[in-house]
Each structure stands twice: as structure tokens, then as C-alpha cells.
């Protein structure tokens, strides 16, 4: 694993709070966790600083989530240079995370890679000179069956190739929002073409048909006669 370290200090905001609605948001977190253990909340607090702070996490807000739950200053920089999911330098609008596990190599990550050093920065975590891209390799973020794929914010963008991949970030220079998932026919996961099995219309015209008789009748059982009044 990289050394991770923070933004160097021209880059650093000299202060940092949280607004008004997260601090209530912060606040309804802590009553979540049992008295003197608050300090769990750790992890989420800081991902809400980074939301806050346009996607990266600066030293101030490491800082002030640690004086907000009571812990030393170095055991929340702990945790934000652990996970790496904690941007410690900033990032464009539009944070590309490529998976560059095996199965996204396989079905053609290498050239999604390269088009976001051709059209993002040569290097990783490189903020284009207008501020709206930047991109990162990420470990496996477990769309692999939907290969090659890109996180951006909190959508999946899957099935990508090439051209799909170039039009999606001309629809994000662009100021629109591409619809997340699959970027070909394809509904979720479901295999490449349409499903190949399982097929019969019958099969489900016998199971509706099943469903709609009464459990006795369901079960191969006559109903009980009723008894005769005296």
C-alpha cells in the first residue's frame, strides 16, 4: 500500500465546520452509538466532511471531527490515511475512480485507463486546469460481472468501452447527468442478450394458475363437508 499524506499546506483551507444540516446530522449519529463510544462514529463523520468539503478532506476537517468526538487529532488522521475511500488532496467535480482489478483489466480497463490519461492528466489525482475532472485506479468496487466500470460520486457507470466511455464524459463536460448502470441493452445484470433460460411463457402460466387456487385444492385435498344441522 502508498504512503498516503495530506495536501501540502497551500492547498489547505485554514478552517473547517460543519454546516448547519450536517451538525444535526452529526449529532443524531452520535445517539447511535452506546455512552464513551461515540468515537466509532469516526468513519462516518469524516465521509460527511469530505461531502462537505467538495470531495476531498482537508487537515481542518480531520481536526474538527477528532475535537467533535472527544479523540486525539492523530486518531482520526489515523483512519483517513488508512482508508482510502478519504481523498486527502483535492479532486475535480467529476471524480472518476476506475476499477483496475482483474476481471475490469480483462474486459478492456486498460483503455478506459488510457483515455483518462489522455483526456483527464497523465497522472492519478491530478485536478484538470478547470476544476471539473480528475481520476484515480480503485481496488475492486464488485461489479464484476458488469466489466469494465467506473465509479463517479455514488453512481456505477458499467459495460463501458471505449466510445461509451468518451461519451460519457462529454455528457459530464457538458453539465448533464449520464443515467447510471449498464451503457449498453442490458437491464442490470442480467446476461448480455437477454435471458436464456427459464424462457417457456408456460412455465409461469402453470405458476400463476397454482396461485390462484385455494390451498386445499393447491394441496390435492377435497374441502371438508360442512356438517349437517340437527
Request: proline share 7%; net charge neutral; glycine share 6%.
Amino acid at each position: 500500500m502508498s504512503v498516503r499524506r495530506l495536501a501540502p499546506p497551500e492547498l489547505q483551507p485554514k478552517e473547517f465546520a460543519f454546516d448547519r444540516v450536517n451538525m444535526i446530522w452529526a449529532k443524531e449519529q452520535l445517539d447511535k452509538y452506546p455512552a464513551g463510544r461515540q468515537r466509532s462514529a469516526v468513519i462516518p463523520l469524516l465521509w460527511r466532511a469530505q461531502e462537505q468539503a467538495g470531495g476531498w478532506l482537508p487537515e481542518a476537517a480531520i481536526r474538527y471531527v477528532a475535537d467533535f468526538l472527544g479523540i486525539a487529532h492523530i486518531r482520526a488522521l489515523e483512519v483517513a490515511t488508512f482508508y482510502t475511500m478519504f481523498n486527502l488532496t483535492p479532486v475535480g467535480k467529476v471524480h472518476v475512480q476506475l476499477c483496475g482489478t482483474t476481471p475490469c483489466r480483462l474486459r478492456g480497463a486498460d483503455d478506459l485507463e488510457k483515455i483518462c490519461r489522455k483526456r483527464i492528466g497523465e497522472h492519478q489525482m491530478e485536478v484538470t486546469e478547470d476544476g471539473q475532472f480528475s481520476w484515480v485506479e480503485v481496488e475492486c468496487l464488485g461489479a464484476c460481472v458488469n466489466a469494465p466500470m467506473v465509479q463517479v460520486g455514488s453512481d456505477y457507470y458499467e459495460d463501458l468501452d471505449a466510445d461509451s466511455f468518451n461519451k460519457l464524459l462529454d455528457d459530464f463536460a457538458a453539465g448533464k447527468t449520464p443515467k447510471p448502470g449498464p451503457q449498453i441493452d442490458r437491464q442490470l445484470s442480467e446476461p448480455v442478450g437477454g435471458a436464456t433460460t427459464l424462457t417457456d411463457p408456460a412455465l409461469y402460466a402453470k405458476q400463476s394458475a397454482a396461485a390462484k387456487k385455494p390451498k386445499s385444492e393447491a394441496k390435492g385435498k377435497k374441502p371438508a363437508a360442512k356438517e349437517k344441522s340437527k
